[in-house]
């Protein structure tokens, strides 16, 4: 044979060797893939109505070119058997359940690493980890330097509503839900050690000289260890110059009160959703999907467009903002 890039050149009837081939489909494992059957908004949503059924279909990648041949195609579920899955459910694969010898595709753009850089200039008070905010002195707690919102479990949301506040200094949290934005005008100048707190500066009150990166161990609401790392970096936007409406239990996609115009690579933070939507605002993003219970913090991030929330579907462990500029 010869060399000829967009080529394949195969032999019939002789012993068959084993070939590593990759490609080139924009194909992403749902759950790791492996040894998963895909399901709907849930792990029992299982409708006939959201794929097409083939058998005989005696690869995986003839599944995956089933896939790319149908329009609607929104993933793949394969068994060796032959049979082959082909979703075009509009809200996709959005969940899957474990079952030997399956595999579950979503299908889409490219599964990429991408490096993104949050403009959210938050910095660790005295190593942040473990420390409740206080005001000019260990002691001074007075009620009137912050205000306390409930029901936001993960770091990120709470840092999320701090940058939703004009006047936020920084932020004290607990992974019970408990969310302090304080207001002080001095900002927090101390702290105190109070075990399974996080106490967080804002804006001036953080580095704003230079671009730097900061590591620190937060508890989830799962009551887990993950590393976050948050870009510090200087803001000229201030956070106060749009607002979100949050729809909890709230789906809105195309042909059910929106078009849904990306999913994001990856998982990603609350406030890394609202940045990607913010800086997409001129293509038309209104609003974000996420999913609530990762026990990290993060979730897959849909892009909204031409939001109708009349429309929008309920849907248990979906949640929606709604892009207010």
């Known amino acids: 044979s010869q060399a000829v890039d967009g080529y394949a050149c195969f032999r019939y009837g002789q012993p068959?060797?084993?070939?590593?081939?990759?490609?080139?489909?924009?194909?992403?494992?749902?759950?790791?893939?492996?040894?998963?059957?895909?399901?709907g908004a849930s792990t029992t949503d299982n409708s006939a109505e959201y794929y097409e059924l083939f058998t005989g279909i005696i690869t995986q990648d003839g599944c995956m070119a089933k896939c790319v041949d149908a329009p609607s195609c929104q993933g793949i579920e394969y068994h060796a058997s032959g049979r082959c899955e082909v979703w075009t459910r509009p809200g996709g694969i959005r969940?899957?359940?474990?079952?030997?010898?399956?595999?579950?595709?979503?299908?889409?753009?490219?599964?990429t690493t991408t490096t993104l850089v949050t403009q959210m200039p938050f910095e660790p008070v005295d190593g942040g980890e473990?420390?409740?905010c206080r005001?000019?002195?260990?002691?001074?707690n007075s009620a009137d330097y912050y205000e306390v919102f409930m029901g936001f479990p993960v770091l990120q949301d709470c840092m999320a509503k701090c940058m939703s506040e004009p006047l936020c200094k920084g932020i004290e949290h607990h992974p019970s839900g408990r969310c302090e934005v304080w207001t002080r005008p001095e900002g927090i100048q101390a702290s105190q050690a109070v075990d399974g707190y996080t106490c967080l500066a804002y804006g001036s009150e953080a580095s704003t000289s230079i671009a730097t990166s900061t590591t620190m161990m937060t508890s989830t609401s799962a009551a887990t260890s993950a590393t976050v790392r948050t870009s510090l970096t200087t803001s000229t936007t201030p956070a106060s110059s749009s607002s979100w409406d949050f729809y909890q239990n709230t789906n809105c996609y195309t042909g059910a009160g929106?078009?849904?115009l990306?999913?994001?690579?990856?998982?990603?933070?609350?406030?890394a959703c609202k940045t990607e939507c913010t800086l997409a605002a001129a293509n038309s993003c209104e609003g974000i999907v996420m999913r609530s219970g990762f026990a990290?913090?993060?979730?897959?991030?849909?892009l909204i467009g031409d939001v109708d929330l009349n429309s929008c579907q309920e849907y248990p462990d979906?949640?929606?903002?709604?892009f207010r500029p």
């Open 262 to 271: 990306r999913e994001m690579p990856g998982t990603l933070t609350l406030a």
């Open 258 to 260: 929106g078009i849904s």
């Open 135 to 140: 005001g000019a002195s260990a002691s001074d």
């Open 318 to 322: 979906y949640d929606f903002w709604h």
């Open 95 to 111: 969940a899957s359940v474990p079952l030997v010898g399956f595999t579950c595709l979503r299908y889409g753009e490219a599964a």
């Open 130 to 132: 473990g420390r409740v």
């Open 296 to 302: 990290d913090g993060t979730s897959p991030c849909w």
């Open 16 to 39: 068959i060797t084993t070939t590593a081939l990759v490609t080139p489909m924009p194909f992403e494992p749902v759950d790791g893939g492996e040894g998963r059957a895909c399901r």
